[in-house]
């Protein structure tokens, strides 16, 4: 079985300042791993991903993510974090059964602060 | 290239009603997912189809719960005999190809509230 934590329900931060949303993740295979934002009533929108080729992964709107093996952690970071970015971050990891079903984590609810 | 849609997007029925939520994938997918968010908290996988066929419903409660993808047309949720615990958004997304490198493509979802 596989399991995504993401380590804070909530993070606030003022606007261009850095942002980092930790996620931890355990899976039984190599896997892949995902960072999708949700914009409130909106759907779910692919920020990047990570499928074992290049450790640290560049996504959208300025985002990126480190994928540490060892630490078993997939943290996503923002070097200046922007009033349009307040919403919904969940760290997933895709799972090589029942076709490639994700596992999400909880949530992060990101606050940006003028 | 239209992205999945899900219709409706607000679905109000009174305990007992039935609920049906309709996804249509993106042109080319074959491969579709239903997930449900329940109020604060994130996404639970429900439900995985291709055409015609249902390949992993491990999510789905055991009850009143159904799904379907006919060779034509959208796939359906039906939900039979609501209740209130039923309230939460459902999505649905799909992909091209089966494989955990593939990414998912989510609609705006159905957000159901019964009353």
């Known amino acids: 079985a596989q399991s995504v934590t993401q380590l804070d329900s909530h993070v606030s931060v003022s606007e261009g300042t850095p942002v980092l949303l930790r996620c931890n993740y355990s899976?039984?295979?190599?896997?892949?791993l995902f960072w999708y934002v949700q914009h409130p009533n909106k759907g779910l929108q692919l920020l990047l991903k990570y499928t074992s080729a290049a450790t640290l992964v560049k996504g959208i709107n300025g985002f990126e993510a480190e994928f540490k093996k060892s630490e078993t952690s997939f943290h996503l970071t923002k070097p200046s974090a922007h009033m349009s970015d307040a919403a919904e971050y969940f760290c997933?990891?895709?799972?090589?059964?029942?076709?490639?079903?994700?596992?999400f984590g909880g949530g992060t609810r990101l606050m940006v602060k003028p | 290239n239209a992205g999945v849609m899900q219709n409706p997007r607000h679905l109000v029925r009174r305990r007992g009603q039935e609920a049906r939520l309709r996804c249509s994938p993106m042109?080319?997918?074959?491969?579709v997912y239903w997930y449900r968010q329940l109020p604060e908290e994130g996404l639970k996988f429900m439900v995985y189809?291709?055409?015609?066929?249902?390949?992993?419903e491990s999510g789905m409660p055991k009850e009143r719960f159904s799904a379907e993808f006919p060779k034509e047309g959208p796939s359906i949720l039906r939900i039979q005999q609501v209740v209130r615990g039923d309230s939460a958004a459902y999505f649905c997304a799909s992909s091209p190809k089966t494989g955990t490198s593939y990414e998912q493509y989510f609609g705006p979802g159905t957000r159901l509230t019964v009353t």
């Open positions: 189809l291709q055409k015609e066929n249902i390949i992993d």
């Open positions: 042109k080319g997918h074959s491969h």
């Open positions: 997933v990891v895709s799972e090589p059964r029942g076709g490639n079903m994700l596992t």
């Open positions: 899976s039984s295979y190599s896997p892949s």
